[in-house]
Structure formats: C-alpha cells, structure tokens
C-alpha cells in the first residue's frame, strides 16, 4: 500500500471519523460564510453547552449499540434519575447538596438499567422490544408514583451550578460565557473511551457486538456483561437527566421526550454500527456536534421545527444506508476472497 494510500486509510479512521470531521468542518466553513455571526465565539460556547446532554445520552446509547443492541429507554432512565433526584432532594425540606443528589440520581439509573439488563441478558429478548415496552414502563411509574408537576425552583446546590461559568469573554452583544458542567462532560468522555478501548470490559463490548456466539466461545461473560452494560448505560443517561435538570434550572417529567431521534442519530451518524461491533467515543463525539450545527444553523435561518426534525431523520436514514451498503460491499469481498481461495 503506498503512503498516499495509508494517510487517507489512516485518516479516514476505523468508523470513517475522518470523512465526519471533514462533513463537520465543510459545513461549520459554509453556515459561517453565508452567517459571519456563527464564527462567534458566544456561538461556540452556545453550541458547546447545547451538547453536553447529547454527548452523555449519546455514550449510553453507544455502549449498548457496540454490544449488537438499539435502545430508546434512555431518555426516560434520564428524566425519571433526574426529576427524582429532585423531588427527592427537596422531601426534606432542604438542601441535601449537590454530591447526593447526584448519587440519588446514579442509584435510580443504575436501578433501572439493571432492570433493562436483566431481562435482556437473561430471557435473550430483543434489545429494541424490551426497551420500547421499559421506557413506557419507566415514564408511567414517574407519572404516577413520583410526581407529574412541573417544579420551577431547584435545590440552592443545583441553581448554584447552573449559573457557574469557567471562561466569560465580553462581545459586541453582551458576554459569551463557557459553562463550568463543561469539564465533568470531558471527564466521562474520556474515561468511557479509556473503559471501551483499553480495558477487558471494553474488548467484551465489541467481542459481544461482533458475534455473540464467538465471544461465549472465547470465554467472555456475556451474560454479565450484558447485565453491566445497561447498568453503566442507566447511570449515563441518569447522568444526562441530572445535566438536563440542572441547565435547565427546572424539573418537568415531560421533558425530553422526542429526543430519541437526535441521539440515535448522531451515534449512528459517528460511526456505531446498527448491527453491533463497532463505534467510538470520538465518532459519537462527531455525530453529536454534526446534529448540533445543523439545529443551530437551521435556527439561524429560522427554519421552521417540523422541518428541523424532518433533517434529523434524512441523516438517521442516511447513516443507516451507508452502514447498510457498507456491510454489503464487506460481505461481497468475503465471499470472493473464499472463491478465490477455494479454486
């Protein structure tokens, strides 16, 4: 292979990070020529705390689509931790701080993606299935045994975090400031990218996604692993409720439903392939910017919100598609290396 040839394979990356990056930085250089006022650094911070929900909600959907899976329960994992968390916090009648009713919002996520595990791992049922009939599970326990009311003023701890900033830059209309819940995001992206790649957890992931019955063979745990990848998949998107409560200094049980799409988009999008066995934190990473840019670009316009969902779905389609003829294309190249070889 010649070098031109290995930079571009390189490049290109294992889940076509590269090809994204490119798309990412082609259409970024377009909007801003055709709107210099996207090249602003208040659009940057904008964008960048319009994603910290998406990133995390997208890790958790990621995991579990490595490992041959497709759940849309996350987004009532998330809202359920994170309003929970809240009408939890505040029964007492003040201010248990803002660590606890984080761990109350990881407790009801782990509890509800080992719920989703343990079915799915044991019974051998249909990721898609089992996760369509939880999330209307999840969401009517919320409603019905927690709390269906729109609750405005959040602990002091919480309201405290969701007005900290790290970085405040004056422009010509007002103050760009970058939100300080920007630094636990890079940390759990991060971290899930070290767990996916360098530890045995992380190569049972993809053994798993990749072909179950060889992974058995080779002597990965599937079962358990299963089981804790939806537990660690539940504390991400309890995670991602937490963030969503917090930035949006409100907890409403009817929030984020219809967000399913974007996410599912956005890792399909980076790289994770709908069949299982391969995906990465970096491609997701990528997705979800990508999707970001163009709400925010489609807003800027003043594109109706019909229409920016009608985007979201032609990407989602489009990822798919590409994943679809990719795989095809793969499995032509087997069967005439096999032919070859057999003649």
């Known amino acids: 292979m010649s070098t031109v040839a290995q930079f571009v394979e390189r490049f290109r990356g294992a889940n076509n990070e590269g ?44 995991i579990i689509m490595i490992s041959g899976g497709i759940d849309v329960s996350f987004v009532a994992i998330a809202i359920f931790a994170g309003y929970t968390s809240v009408v939890i916090a505040q029964s007492g009648g003040g201010d248990p701080g803002l660590i606890v009713i984080i761990l109350i919002a990881l407790f009801f996520g782990l509890l509800l993606g080992a719920f989703n595990g343990f079915v799915i791992s044991l019974f051998r049922l249909p990721t898609l299935i089992v996760s369509l009939g939880t999330q209307s599970l999840f969401k009517g326990i919320l409603l019905a045994y ?19 900033n790290i ?5 010509d209309q007002g103050v760009a400031n970058l939100h300080v819940l920007v630094i636990p995001v890079a940390i759990i992206l991060i971290l899930v990218a070290w767990v996916l790649k360098k530890t045995m957890f992380g190569r049972a992931v993809y053994a798993i996604g990749g072909d179950m019955e060889a992974a058995r063979r080779a002597g990965f745990p599937v079962v358990r692993t299963q089981f804790y990848i939806y537990m660690l998949a539940g504390a991400l998107a309890a995670i991602g409720g937490f963030l969503h409560v917090t930035l949006g200094r409100a907890a409403n049980p009817q929030d984020l439903v219809g967000n399913e799409l974007d996410v599912l988009a956005a890792v399909v999008l980076g790289g994770a392939s709908v069949f299982g066995g391969r995906g990465s934190v970096f491609g997701t990473v990528l997705g979800v910017l990508l999707i970001q840019v163009i709400n925010n670009s489609l807003i800027l316009a003043g594109v109706p919100t019909s229409w920016q969902r009608t985007a979201v779905g032609v990407l989602l389609l489009v990822g798919v598609g590409i994943q679809a003829l990719s795989a095809r294309r793969q499995s032509m190249k087997s069967h005439v290396t096999e032919d070859t070889e057999k003649e």
Do not use: C, E, W
């Open 167 to 171: 970085l405040s830059i004056p422009q």
């Open 146 to 164: 927690v709390g269906s009311k729109y609750i405005a003023n959040l602990p002091p701890s919480m309201d405290s975090v969701a007005t900290t």
């Open 19 to 62: 090809i994204l990056l490119l798309v990412l930085a082609a259409l970024v250089l377009v909007i801003g020529t055709l709107n210099p006022v996207f090249f602003s650094v208040s659009t940057l911070f904008s964008i960048l705390r319009g994603v910290l929900v998406p990133l995390i909600l997208a890790l958790a959907v990621l």
